[in-house]
């Protein structure tokens, strides 16, 4: 028999997990959402837009797949667009559960009498679960470990008009760190509009960076701010400690970063151009330690890159022990995408097809994170569905150094999970890290039949197999105050997974900076 399906069902909550099993191995399918309105994928046309959409309401993760939106002054995120007010509507206070231990519950029918892995860490905020920002339309898209212990989270929060960045460092305990700007949060605006990180990093001397999109009044440009370890801006970057970076005329936006060894600067992303006939482009700019250009990559500091389909994108990067720097994305929506470059740019030719490695899963495929595993293998996370999206799966890939799928991985190369991290995958793997044992956790959302979104979290074996002794089967999910998604992740030293998203406070209809914990 090839396959067949195990049902899982626990009515506390209401969770229905499936585990798709192939053969005699289980696996379970980490982020971007009936009685609640969804808006499903686009899928890119043929014809490239000439501009991007007038930005509507705040981004979430459960987005649709389209180009960044313009850059016009609006009270709204311009990243990517989201559904009109009535399609994502704001749950009414009397939809939120009392503010009780009970708001944090775990899909564990009945307490645990000891603590197991993938279950929510008690000792972690309040029950495993810590807020920012809110509520107030805040969202966190990034988390990074300091060398203390402590967490940073970034994001953005709506103000009086526009959003701004937002940076929040927390304690080990969760609690906020009030040694960090204003009761442990910092909020910056790049320019008089918009500005929404997406990608946090650390510099070996404590120094924090920030990226993301930002609006200069006409179109979004890369975003970057840099602060020092008490939260304020770092002036010894650019003069003020923040800076834009233009790329195409339709609008640039950073979606992940990295420092280098040597201290420079990596934001990549995408951006348009009305030059370009293929939409939108993978993007990458490097910059000094004083935020200057770095001259001596690319093309006056920057990297464009044509995958040759309508709307590439790029989602997330990894710095190679060699210099060499990797993208991972999505090559229109046919393909994973990941591109190799050598240390000042250029693509190497060593890696795939002149730099670029493709792989088709099934009609639809989008990689969201990428990581490198102790032997120099590359793993990317995401999800894929067929030409009409009815079927989808959260989707793993492993490549060779060279580019070359890894066929002792899943099958070979890859693997894929109907139903596991989220029932609608277009809002599920946004993040992915590998433990130190080589198990790989991604994170995402899950859509329950009740029209509730949970973060989930899946752990797989190092040879692709689900890890059926991490939370249920594999699977672990918890739900704060209706609406909870995933869009980050980080492992700690001792090994407790930290989650990063949006949930609703109790009383709240709003989302907010939100934080869980669970046990290794």
């Given at each position: ?60 993760p459960w987005d649709s797949h389209s180009p960044p939106p313009s850059a016009s002054p609006s009270p709204y ?346 029932a609608d995958p277009v809002r599920s793997v946004r993040a992915m890290k590998l433990q130190n044992d080589g ?82």
């Open positions: 028999m090839l396959g067949s399906i195990m049902v899982l069902e626990m009515h506390y909550q209401r969770i229905i997990v499936f585990i798709a099993i192939v053969g005699s191995v289980p696996f379970v399918a980490g982020c971007n959402k009936k009685p609640l309105l969804v808006r499903r994928a686009v899928i890119p046309t043929a014809t490239p837009s000439s501009s991007f959409p007038t930005p509507p309401p705040p981004s979430y995120p311009t990243v990517l667009p989201s559904p009109t007010p009535s399609e994502v509507p704001s749950p009414s206070p009397t939809e939120l559960p009392s503010p009780s231990p009970s708001v944090f519950p775990t899909p564990f029918p009945t307490p645990l009498a000891s603590p197991f892995s993938g279950t929510l860490d008690p000792t972690f905020g309040d029950n495993g679960v810590t807020f920012a920002f809110g509520p107030s339309r805040a969202r966190a898209n990034a988390l990074a470990m300091q060398f203390d212990g402590k967490i940073i989270a970034a994001g953005y929060s709506l103000g009086t008009t526009y959003y701004s960045f937002a940076v929040a460092r927390f304690n080990e305990n969760g609690s906020l760190d009030s040694t960090f700007g204003t009761g442990g949060m910092v909020k910056t605006s790049i320019t008089a509009y918009n500005a929404l990180a997406s990608a946090v990093a650390i510099q070996s001397d404590g120094k924090i960076v920030v990226a993301g999109s930002s609006s200069n009044g006409t179109y979004n440009t890369f975003g970057i701010a840099r602060y020092n370890p008490n939260g304020t801006l770092d002036t010894t970057f650019n003069t003020d400690g923040k800076r834009e970076s233009v790329f195409g005329d339709l609008g640039s936006v950073a979606s992940a970063l990295a420092v280098q060894s040597d201290g420079r600067i990596l934001a990549v992303g995408e951006t348009s151009s009305s030059a370009s006939a293929t939409g939108s482009d993978f993007a990458m700019a490097r910059y000094n330690l004083d935020g200057s250009n770095d001259t001596s990559f690319g093309v006056g500091g920057k990297v464009t890159t044509d995958l040759g389909t309508i709307d590439d994108r790029a989602y997330d990067v990894v710095v190679q022990a060699d210099g060499k720097i990797l993208l991972a994305g999505q090559r229109g929506a046919g393909a994973f995408a990941l591109v190799r470059y050598n240390p000042n740019g250029s693509l190497d030719n060593s890696f795939g097809a002149s730099g670029i490695v493709t792989t088709t899963i099934k009609e639809n495929n989008y990689a969201y994170a990428v990581a490198l595993q102790a032997d120099s293998k590359i793993v990317l996370a995401g999800w894929v569905g067929d030409l009409t999206n009815t079927v989808r799966s959260s989707a793993l890939a492993r490549y060779h150094t060279d580019g070359i799928l890894d066929d002792s991985f899943g099958f070979g190369g890859t693997t894929t999970t109907t139903n596991a991290i989220g198990k790989i956790i991604v994170a995402g959302s899950l859509l329950t039949a009740a029209g509730d979104f949970y973060i989930a979290l899946a752990r797989y074996l190092p040879n692709g197999a689900i890890d059926t002794g991490f939370g249920v089967g594999g699977l672990s999910t918890t739900v704060i105050g209706k609406t909870s998604v995933a869009t980050c992740l980080a492992i700690q030293e001792d090994g407790k997974i930290i989650v990063g998203g949006i949930g609703i406070r109790a009383g709240s209809p709003e989302t907010a900076f939100t934080l869980v914990r669970y046990l290794p």
